[in-house]
């Protein structure tokens, strides 16, 4: 090959493919690789172009099994051509790979056809692709586990998506409502009018569908209450495209509901007849509700009593350990039970014995407490309290024990007996060693504890209160196994992602719905020369890196809003100055708008992009040239087409004068 030092290829040198960040390799008519250049020999896994100048492609195995042979062949006749994502297998090492493949044939000095292959290996981009899809599917797949039922509609409500749970809830195959029926053809026909304006109102605001209840009727005739949740869909003008979101079948939940109510309006006749005295306080410490028994006790009607602050009934010392109790309440979250303390009255001072816990709206927000309190001034608090207890928790399915200040068992519900194998034991029982030492801490201090216990296999939460003479301890304790186990597993599988997420060699940033970055793995470092300690807390909008950071906050923010957006390049600078080029990629990783989070990729192209940029230079010159030598190559033709053409005229002329 001619100009071997210099040129390759006409127009190529061999300094330039020796430079490429890529592989290139060339291969001659005969299909024997002919050149191979450094990034190649990499991808390869070889340590010197010995081992493969000479080699024939088009018998290798390798490229057989990859499919390979029938494109160099095309190429070599003149065709080019480009492949994506072929797997392939080495020949030595067996290692599996994704390359992308592009063919150009050219002619060498001698006219024939050589064909230059570019290679870029693509598995890390293949398998990040692969491992979104497994956690697309895994998605899917839970929501099928929940019986929870994922669709999708457009801008009318026509059903372009229907997950197989439909059949589950309505009756339907996904294939009997995908673009057959609009969503409010589901609806019941009694409130199917007032449903459908609410929804489109919705559709209009762009709003999301936030735990939306329907009444649809199923494919038997039932009728079945979803509760729905979903998002808009909308374009780059924001323009509602349509929505997407899920549906739950809450048939069961809103009955019970409607049966609650109606039971709360049977209980109000036995709140105002029960002789304990009932109260309802808000976070301000007024009375809300109280029940007849109490505005008796104080002997003023309820009215006067409801919206009024305690401390207008009360002396200021008693008022304040009221309110101090109550505030420790709603601060935990968690109910305070037996509290002996005295009560003023119309009758004098009594002693009360008063549970309190915390009150909630119906999204679990704490409003206030509610308090229960009995008269037990003529009674012996000891016994009157077990009496309480005894009937408080005789049908508890979690343990309840008393035991006194030497640890022996002195009331243990069915539950309880469970807990200690009740039966068991000829002697009196004594409390495990675990449960009594937490007791007797909380029996040396005189406050309520709450401790956390594994026994008999079991994990249990206890919540420990002494009595108020701390001759006794009572323990109330909820098996929080699966609960324990629940977590174990989420830490498990933070720390398989956190592995996963700092060996990626792919730039990863870890967003919010705020462009803050969370999270960077050590690849960012590596890019662009920034810590993960430097990047936590930062704003994108702010970030040094970004430009243009207009473009790239559209993008994010549309991610955010569930589009599905296709890899764009963006260009970036690196903490030295220096001008980068990537690919981004950014998938959701949580659904819900006001807590998404997003995994934002960058694959630096940089050198990448300015290699094909060279290369495409070179290809048209070579084009050019090749015009021009075609162009030259037939005025030669035309000119001896001439030359003959005036030689057969002299002949015949000549043949003329003969005559």
């Known amino acids: 090959m001619a100009g071997k030092d210099k040129y390759l290829i006409k127009g190529i040198t061999k300094d330039i493919l020796d430079r490429l960040p890529f592989g290139a390799y060339i291969l001659n008519k005969k299909g024997t690789i002919i050149y191979f250049n450094p990034a190649m020999l990499r991808m390869a896994g070889s340590k010197s172009e010995k081992h493969v100048i000479g080699l024939n492609a088009l018998k290798m195995p390798s490229y057989k099994k990859a499919g390979l042979t029938p494109y160099f062949k095309k190429g070599l006749r003149g065709t080019a051509f480009k492949l994506e994502a072929v797997k392939y297998i080495s020949y030595t090492g067996k290692k599996t790979t994704y390359r992308n493949y592009q063919g150009i044939p050219l002619k060498n000095e001698k006219g024939s056809i050589e064909m230059l292959l570019l290679v870029e290996d693509v598995t890390e981009l293949q398998q990040a692709q692969a491992n979104l899809q497994k956690s697309e599917e895994r998605f899917k797949q839970m929501a099928e586990i929940a019986k929870e039922w994922i669709w999708e509609v457009d801008s009318k409500g026509l059903y372009t998506y229907s997950s197989p749970v439909v059949k589950d809830i309505l009756g339907y195959k996904p294939e009997e409502v995908v673009n057959k029926k609009y969503f409010y053809d589901l609806f019941e026909p009694k409130c199917k009018a007032r449903l459908k304006k609410a929804s489109f109102q919705i559709f209009k605001a762009k709003k999301e569908f936030n735990e939306f209840i329907n009444e649809n009727r199923a494919k038997d005739g039932k009728t079945v209450i979803l509760k729905t949740n979903g998002i808009p869909v909308l374009d780059s003008k ?38 304990a005295w009932v109260f309802y306080k808000d976070k301000k410490n007024n009375f809300v509700r109280v029940n007849k028994a109490l505005a008796d006790v104080m002997g003023m009607p309820r009215e006067k009593l409801e919206g009024q602050p305690l401390s207008k009934f009360y002396p200021k010392k008693q008022a304040e350990a009221y309110w101090k109790d109550d505030k420790e309440v709603m601060a935990s979250g968690r109910p305070k039970r037996n509290i002996i303390e005295p009560m003023d009255s119309p009758e004098g001072t009594l002693w009360v014995k008063t549970d309190k816990i915390p009150y909630r709206n119906e999204e679990g927000n704490i409003m206030g407490i509610i308090g229960f309190a009995l008269d037990i001034t003529e009674q012996k608090e000891a016994e009157e309290e077990l009496a309480y207890l005894a009937t408080f928790a005789s049908s508890n399915p979690n343990p309840l024990m008393r035991f006194d200040n030497k640890g022996k068992l002195v009331y243990a519900n069915e539950a309880g007996k469970t807990f ?56 109330y304790g909820t098996d929080i196994s699966k609960l324990k186990q629940a977590a174990e597993k989420a830490k498990e599988e933070e720390s398989r992602y956190r592995t996963i997420f700092d060996s990626s060699p792919v730039a ?45 906050e559209q993008i994010f923010k549309r991610r955010v809003k569930g589009e599905m957006i296709e890899p764009y390049e963006i260009e970036l600078i690196t903490k030295t100055g220096q001008n980068k080029t990537a690919m981004v990629y950014g998938t959701l990783l949580k659904e819900n708008h006001e807590n998404a989070e997003i995994l934002i990729m960058l694959m630096d192209v940089t050198e990448r992009n300015k290699a094909e940029k060279e290369i495409q230079k070179r290809v048209k010159e070579l084009e050019t040239f090749k015009e021009f030598a075609v162009g030259r190559e037939l005025k030669m033709i035309e000119l001896k087409k001439r030359i003959k053409e005036v030689e057969e005229k002299l002949k015949q002329e000549k043949k003329e004068e003969k005559k």
């Open 238 to 275: 924001g323009r509602l495209l349509g929505y997407k979101g899920l549906d739950k079948d809450v048939t069961d939940f809103v009955l019970a509901e409607k049966k609650l109510e109606e039971q709360q309006k049977e209980q109000q006749v036995i709140f105002d007849s029960l002789p």
């Open 420 to 475: 200690l194998s009740w039966g068991k034991h000829s002697e009196a029982i004594i409390a495990p060693t675990d449960v009594w030492k937490a007791s007797r801490s909380v029996l040396k201090k005189g406050k309520k504890e709450i401790a956390y216990i594994d026994f008999n296999h079991k994990a249990y939460e206890f919540v420990i209160v002494p009595n108020a003479e701390r001759t006794h301890v009572t323990l």
């Open 508 to 552: 990863m940033f870890l967003l919010d719905d705020k462009w803050n970055v969370i999270d960077a793995n050590k690849s960012v470092n590596k890019m662009l020369g920034y810590g993960s300690e430097e990047l936590r807390g930062m704003n994108l909008r702010n970030a040094k890196f970004m430009s243009p950071k207009a473009r790239a």
